[in-house]
């Protein structure tokens, strides 16, 4: 049975009211990417992925890319962004939309299994994770471990919002959450954490509240 957020999700789609979505590849992806070691051959996995742009920058770098996305709305938009006329195909619960090097499955993502992840070797998590409630997040480790190849890696992009009370000094370290839901499957190594200040618009209202933007490196240890 589908999770009751799924059809939020949807209406978020059809009514155009996707904010997370940037107009621009993420910064941090793009500094971070190199530091990876991922070889051009190496597939990268793009878990909730929207109509991002980093996807059709990971696939510009030479990757296959492999993405699932519940949005039938964000697959078209993520496709005729990059000018590309995709196949479609049903494909047990999802739907296939593939050109070339480029896959991405319609549905839920924990419909995907071990089959569609062969030549996947780097997951690339942007607002994924964090795009679940949190009692999902366990879940959602847990499947992602259970459905990817042995050997793999993980570059991790998260956003953790600070209260008025709490200094940024508190947040430059490692997540207890992060570490509580990967290093059961994973090596954890924050390679990058930065303070943002809290954005306003014309009236003085926060739009964005103070917010720490972390990159984690995640290993596998096997299965
Ligand atoms: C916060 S957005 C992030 C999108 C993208 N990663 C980005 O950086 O723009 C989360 C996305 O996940 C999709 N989504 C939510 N639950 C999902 C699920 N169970 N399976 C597949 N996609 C899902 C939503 O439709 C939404 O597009």
């Known amino acids: 049975m589908a999770h009751p957020d799924h059809a939020l999700w949807k209406e978020g789609w059809r009514a155009n009211q996707t904010p997370f979505h940037l107009t621009y590849v993420h910064p941090l992806l793009m500094r971070f990417w190199a530091q990876m070691g991922v070889d051009k051959a190496e597939g990268v996995f793009v878990p909730l992925c ?39 195909e049903n494909y047990g619960d999802l739907i296939r939309w593939n050109h070339r090097q480029l896959t991405i499955f319609c549905g839920d993502f924990f419909a995907m299994t071990k089959a569609d992840m062969l030549a996947v070797q780097v997951v690339y998590d942007r607002a994924a994770l964090t795009a679940l409630p949190e009692n999902m997040r366990e879940y959602y480790v847990a499947h992602l471990h259970a459905i990817l190849p042995a050997e793999c890696q993980i570059l991790l992009l998260t956003v953790e919002d600070l209260d008025d009370e709490d200094t940024a000094s508190d947040y430059m370290t490692q997540s207890t959450e992060i570490s509580a839901l990967y290093s059961e499957y994973f090596s954890i190594e924050l390679l990058h954490a930065e303070y943002h200040e809290a954005c306003m618009d014309e009236l003085g209202q926060e739009t964005a509240a103070r917010c720490v933007h972390k990159a984690y490196r995640l290993q596998s240890m096997g299965q």
């Open 50 to 88: 929207g109509k991002s742009l980093d996807v059709m920058w990971l696939h510009d770098q030479g990757h296959q890319v492999v993405g699932v996305e519940l949005s039938p709305i964000a697959v078209k938009a993520l496709f005729k962004a990059a000018h590309l006329r995709p196949q479609r």
